[in-house]
């Protein structure tokens, strides 16, 4: 293969290091689960290489064991331990046997003194059973059994049943437990749980029906949409490319006193980079300067992203000189869209400078830089660039993705270099960059338009 030039000495020193950058995202963390459970730490067993201590479904087994646990002086007494038993035993058993073992620990073991987390316990696995008729109604008896106790549902109680529910896939259920848990205890859930819930029905059900919980959640129970709470529907519609809902949905989310974000203008963006609208992600970029929302390296990326992908990469780099002087360093996401803009464009050997660039400012490129940039190379048929690229990725052990490979085997083949192509495929195979089938797949379909290629003259 030769010598790695000196342009590219730099990028397999950073692989061999392995200190890929980390590229920016879209992502909003409005989910974050709700510990009900002990420590992770916690190994629930009187033996230590054992990993539970309830291992069958039968109640009476399940007695025996917390019998021998009175006697045994190694017994932890703390709840932590209590609640592991219940936690093993109810996740695989029926739930009013769960009931009943409760019951039978309670009476037996004066340690065990539970409280609001050892019922959770039971609701977040009352809908364990496969042959489950009425996940609803078992939800609720594990509840009203909780109550039965002294310990009424609060807003706790409420998110960890919704989650159940919804976990199980029935989410109209969960509706249905909200509102009638509402009526008979005056409970509703808090936001946390409520945009939960959204967020759930914008993945599983059709925008219809997420409107029409929004709406009978408003009517019964007085919960209106937030700000959190627009910012996931917003992000949904823009996903299915529906961005002209998504701009319906910001005009209702002032109407209703609330102010955009940040985040809400950089999915909304992106929503317009996914149809190739590079006007209007410049006018939404305006628009929240106008508004005096500051922009953060997510809206810079996204805003070059969108210019470079239709071929505005010059005034891409202006902006990018914009996001400098604004105080953010340009990360890997940022050259890598410059790159991908300038490759669309057939000049891979800007790019390549623009990798040199990159790394003089501190900036380490990731699989997708080398990967932009080895697809770049083969399509302007630049391939012995492309090869030392491919041994700086393959030093570095860089996974290949589905297109670079792709084109990588196309042009080796068109040029009759088909030993290089089976090097490149070797490695896919190796590094596990594609599965078996798909990297077989790509060289035969290959091999088979190389053979017609020369059959036509079309290939050497």
Known sequence: MGKIPATLRSTATQLLKN????????SRNTNKPKSILPPKGLKPSLNPNSSSPITSPNLSDAKTLINSLISNPKTPIDLQFHNSLLQSYSSIAPLNDSFSLFNHMVKTLPCFSPDRSSFHILISQSCNSKTLDSPLSHVSQAVDFMASHGFHPDPVTVDIAVRTLCRSGYDEDAVKFINELHC??????DYYTYNFLVKHLCKNRSMVMVYRVI????????????????????????????????????????ENGFKPDCYVYNTIMKGYCNLSLGNEVVKVYKKMKEEG??????????????????GRVKEARKYLEVMEEAGYSPDAVTYTSLMNGLCREGDAMG???????MEAKGCSPNACTYNTLLNGLCKSRLLDKGMELFGAMKAGGVILETSSYATCLRGLCREGRVAEAYEVFDYAVESKSLTDAAAYSTLESTLKWLKKAREQGLAV
Do not use: W
Request: charged share 25%; net charge neutral.
């Open 19 to 26: 200190q890929p950058s980390k590229p920016s995202n879209f």
């Open 184 to 189: 008979k205890n005056s409970v509703i859930p």
């Open 215 to 254: 709406d009978e959640l408003r009517h019964s129970l007085g919960l209106k949409p937030d700000l959190v709470t627009y910012t996931i529907l917003i992000d949904n519609v823009c996903n299915s490319k529906n961005v002209r809902e998504a701009t319906r949905l910001l005009s209702e989310l002032s």
């Open 293 to 310: 929302v500051e922009p953060d390296i997510v809206t810079y990326n996204t805003l070059i992203f969108g210019l470079s992908k239709t």
């Open 351 to 357: 790019a390549m400078k623009l990798l040199c660039e």
